[in-house]
């Protein structure tokens, strides 16, 4: 999923609200700000599998707090209101989106998305698909300036340091690159925060989310955000499929 996707289906935001009020904060996948269930039949039980403190995965001996060290099965930890389950703790989570550090400000109010890279069917020189590859898919090509003359909604192929890395992020990116000239390559995301030397952002680290057992409460909050090189792995990451739902949004014998 993206980020905004993940972030909605995180939250899900139907048990907190009557109608189209919002009656109940809230700061993880479930009601309130606690991270105990407070219903009476299980009240004091953890909601998620997280890191209380440094050196604390469980709880002391005898009482675990959670009920896991390191990773619990799916089903150990209630569903949020959409019945996803681990959105908050156990393992976090990869989403499609390269990472940027920019506020909510700098995105679509619509379905935003950082990491589009248009691409077209190969072909070969006779005009016929090229043949699959070893794992069954289809060569694909970045489409080229030439084929998007015309387009209203993107020109070139590559748009993933859109406004953020390339030379139209800035009103004078003449510091990053001295020698640029016109008609010369534009400097890249590496230019704008100096990846290697100073950061660790370019165009290959994708942002992950949700909270996992090594980490504290705070990374379950579905707004937070970070960030790992995509052909890394840990302990702690995972991902989740997930699929556009077609048809209805009320199903089948709904509202026309």
Known sequence: ?????????????????????????????????????????????????????????????????????????????????????????????????????????????????????FTALEFDEEGYLMEKDSLGHIPRRTVSEEENIGRRNYQRADNINHLDGDYSSHIDASHWSPSYEDGEEAPESDYMYEYGQKSLINDNVRVFKGGSWNDRAYFMNPGTRRFLEENLETSYLGFRCAMDRVGSPVGLGGRR
């Open 1 to 117: 999923p993206t980020e905004a996707e993940w972030e909605y289906a995180a939250y899900g935001l139907i048990g907190n609200s009557l109608g189209e009020r919002v009656i109940e904060r809230r700061l993880w996948p479930w009601n309130g700000h606690a991270l105990r269930n407070p219903e009476e039949k299980y009240i004091g039980e953890m909601l998620a599998n997280f890191k209380r403190g440094r050196g604390d995965n469980m709880g002391t001996a005898g009482k675990l707090n959670d009920n896991a060290d390191i990773t619990n099965p799916v089903y150990a930890y209630w569903p949020n209101d959409y019945g996803l389950y681990n959105m908050a703790g156990n393992v976090s989570e990869w989403v499609m989106d390269i990472y940027r550090p920019l506020s909510l400000d700098d995105d679509d109010d619509f379905r935003p998305f950082r990491g589009n890279v």
